[in-house]
């Protein structure tokens, strides 16, 4: 009797074991962090009456909803169209605040949501960006932009190590910059104010989140 509640037992353990390694990496309580990118009267680029900080905050809480609905906590710089200077804006102090948020928080990860713009329309495509100031910040961008080619399926481009981004150099945990897309290119612009490509886009951030979980 005892050899076999010893052996029960052991088919137990080894069972959870079995699922405590199968689980996905977004079934481990994972806290990351999304920040919109500008805000306030920092409207970052824009083509007529669209601003980059509305679509980079319309980005960023889709990811939210789509993420937390498969299992990962996500933090927001900014829920509103406001900045985080205190009165006056002062960019300085904007960005400051953003890295303090990021950097005494639980989150295990940092994606920035920015719009690209260039003076000649035909360039289009997600690309990101990335530091050497975590040297887990590769392999995130790396993540990040695989699943952007594969899933948005209208991009080539490839990684960019940037060492002149404030937040970039700043945040202390793996942290990259995501550019959406060219506000410039006015295919891609319709896309980008597209709540379907909207959602597109934060599903394959959310696969590149989770590729990253996996491999680190």
Do not use: W
């Not at 037992?9 to 990496?25: D, E, G, K, M, R």
């Not at 996500?74 to 009165?87: C, H, K, N």
């Not at 100031?133 to 399926?153: G, H, V, W």
């Not at 981004?165 to 910059?177: A, D, G, R, S």
Request: include cysteine; aromatic fraction near 8%; charged fraction near 25%.
């Amino acid at each position: 009797m005892k050899k076999l509640s010893v052996l029960t037992l052991l088919i137990v353990l080894a069972a959870s074991i079995f699922i405590a390694v199968a689980q996905t990496p977004s079934e481990q309580g994972i806290t990351i962090f999304v920040d919109p990118g500008h805000g306030g009267v920092d409207g970052g680029a824009s083509i007529g009456e669209v601003k980059e900080s509305t679509l980079t905050l319309q980005i960023a809480k889709k990811m939210k909803e789509v993420f937390e609905e498969n299992g990962v906590h996500v933090l927001l710089t900014r829920e509103t169209e406001d900045d985080l200077s205190e009165d006056e804006f002062i960019k300085k102090e904007d960005m400051i605040k953003r890295v303090n948020m990021i950097n005494t928080s639980t989150a295990c990860l940092a994606i920035s949501i920015h719009m690209n713009k260039f003076n000649i329309e035909k360039y289009r495509g997600a690309q990101v960006f990335y530091s050497q100031t975590n040297e887990l910040s590769k392999l995130l961008a790396e993540r990040m932009q695989f699943n952007l080619k594969a899933y948005l399926k209208n991009t080539d481009r490839q990684i960019v190590k940037r060492d002149n981004i404030f937040l970039l150099n700043k945040v202390t945990k793996p942290c990259c910059i995501v550019e959406c897309g060219f506000m410039s290119n006015q295919q891609e612009l319709a896309l980008l104010q597209s709540e379907e490509y909207q959602y597109k886009l934060a599903h394959s951030l959310f696969y590149g989140v989770e590729d990253y979980l996996k491999l680190y």
